[in-house]
């Protein structure tokens, strides 16, 4: 009776935004980035990814009732130069390039494999 | 006069990029099933990719039907969900691969027709009379009951269809012809349309392509030969025994242990080896003789898809899903920036 919509859990409401940001008060050069209609897949992705840069001082995500479809991620940069938006900007732009790269390397194991193993002229 | 020397306003450096170059190495590829090695990445990349391939990855499944007649008997909801499950193959004109559909499909949500057209959903039909066909059956089989399998529906899109069977040797096993769905006795009829459309496994399992999509952790085996010369052929027998997912051997000439060949395929990571390695250590403190540990950054897949869509197909659209939602998020990030 008042289950909700499957689909609401990767669909967007009329009134949400994907990401929403809302900076720390208390901590200097902190902000929590709020993703909505998202899950683990992509938040430990982009947190790993931010660990990984050095401006990065803090980087940690929560997802706070497996009922509500949203990720909290905290950042804290090292310096007043650098904002958080900055620096997630890079992560996922890492992470673009890195998916391409995984699609041409999958592309080419692929034919290389096909190659070796003389597969038939079927597809492609 | 004064020297008034101006300094160009320093431009923000573009940090570094910590990009990392992943590497693919394909160990096995069937029509259905596909083994790769994936190295030079984190975990969370590998489970990401693990993660759209059994949630997101858009496919074809049967939605909505409607009946016109229905005297057999499992009722119309039964039948409905049983429809649902059918893997639904979509194969691109001039490739004989079940394909990614969503090149060819629109979501449902997304469609701007009134209520359904040929660019957002597949229409079936199915239309079953037991005494119609009965009279065609040979003589001994017209007592029995009919079989109303996947072959029945009769696709308005020729370049979908179930998929029936996921490969030959399972045809060749099969009794029935497709996937059945509902058996007829004498007088029974079943007559319905029933609606496919494209959508992703996080709204309901039938639209999952995948059957398995797994990874393991690549085994790094690190043999101490100078402790091992301490061990008697004996001692080495038991630690080779003593693994239960038998990755290691003594070899025959050298009498030394190795791994074998295929350690990565079998290894368990249990606790045996280093339980009996204790027993057998001088002191608690002495280095392993053998160390098994999961690496960090190779991980060993293997998919097997449900016959909707081929193996790499389902890699490649889960590859392409990413893609899409990074660039998503990169683009909405940006609308913070100001």
């Given at each position: 009776m008042n289950a909700p919509e499957r689909s609401a859990c990767f669909l967007l409401d009329d009134?949400?935004?994907k990401v929403e940001y809302s900076a720390d008060t208390k901590v200097s050069n902190a902000g929590t980035f709020t993703f909505n209609k998202e899950d683990h897949t992509v938040a430990n992705l982009l947190r790993m990814q931010l660990l990984r840069d050095p401006a990065v001082k803090f980087a940690g995500y929560m997802h706070?009732?497996?009922?509500?479809?949203k990720i909290h991620l905290k950042i804290q940069t090292s310096t007043s130069q650098v904002a958080p938006v900055e620096v997630l900007s890079a992560a996922i732009e890492d992470l673009s390039n890195e998916t391409d790269h995984l699609i041409t390397q999958v592309t080419d194991a692929i034919d290389k494999w096909k190659k070796e193993n003389d597969q038939g002229g079927l597809g492609m | 006069l004064e020297l008034v020397l101006i300094f160009p306003l320093k431009k923000k450096k573009k940090k570094m990029p910590q990009q990392r170059f992943p590497k693919i190495e394909i160990l096995s590829i069937q029509p259905h099933h596909i083994q790769f090695i994936l190295s030079e990445t984190d975990t969370s990349m590998a489970n990401a990719i693990r993660r759209i391939m059994i949630a997101e990855v858009p496919t074809l499944a049967i939605d909505l039907v409607e009946y016109a007649e229905n005297s057999s008997v499992l009722n119309d909801e039964y039948i409905a969900h049983r429809l649902g499950l059918l893997p639904i193959r979509y194969v691109p004109e001039g490739s004989m691969r079940g394909g990614d559909c969503h090149t060819a499909f629109l979501p449902h949500t997304e469609c701007v027709c009134y209520d359904r057209c040929p660019r957002c959903s597949v229409e079936f039909e199915l239309d079953v009379d037991f005494d119609k066909v009965n009279m065609t059956r040979p003589d001994q089989d017209r007592d029995l009951p009919l079989t109303v399998t996947s072959r029945d529906l009769i696709s308005n899109n020729i370049l979908v269809a179930p998929a029936h069977f996921l490969n030959e040797e399972e045809q060749d096993e099969a009794?029935?012809?497709?996937?059945?769905?509902v058996k007829l006795g004498p007088g029974q009829n079943l007559k319905l349309k029933a609606i496919a459309r494209m959508g992703i496994?996080?709204?309901?399992?039938?639209?999952?392509?995948?059957?398995v999509a797994t990874y393991r952790f690549w085994p790094i085996i690190t043999i101490n030969d100078e402790a091992c010369q301490m061990l008697t052929m004996e001692q080495k027998q038991e630690l080779v025994e003593a693994c239960p997912d038998r990755i290691l051997e003594l070899d025959e000439i050298t009498g030394n242990l190795v791994a074998v060949e295929n350690a990565y395929e079998m290894?368990?990571?249990?606790e045996d080896l280093k339980v009996a390695q204790d027993a057998m250590k001088?002191?608690?403190?002495d280095d392993d003789f053998v160390k098994v540990e999961p690496s960090t950054d190779r991980f060993v897949f293997s998919v097997e898809t449900t016959g909707a869509m081929d193996a790499e197909e389902v890699l490649f659209s889960a590859l392409r899903v990413l893609k899409d939602r990074m660039n998503y998020l990169a683009a909405e990030v940006e609308k913070l920036k100001d």
């Open positions: 009134d949400e935004e706070p009732h497996p009922l509500v479809h | 009794h029935d012809e497709g996937i059945s769905i496994s996080k709204e309901h399992a039938k639209w999952c392509p995948v059957a290894a368990t990571y249990t001088k002191r608690p403190e």
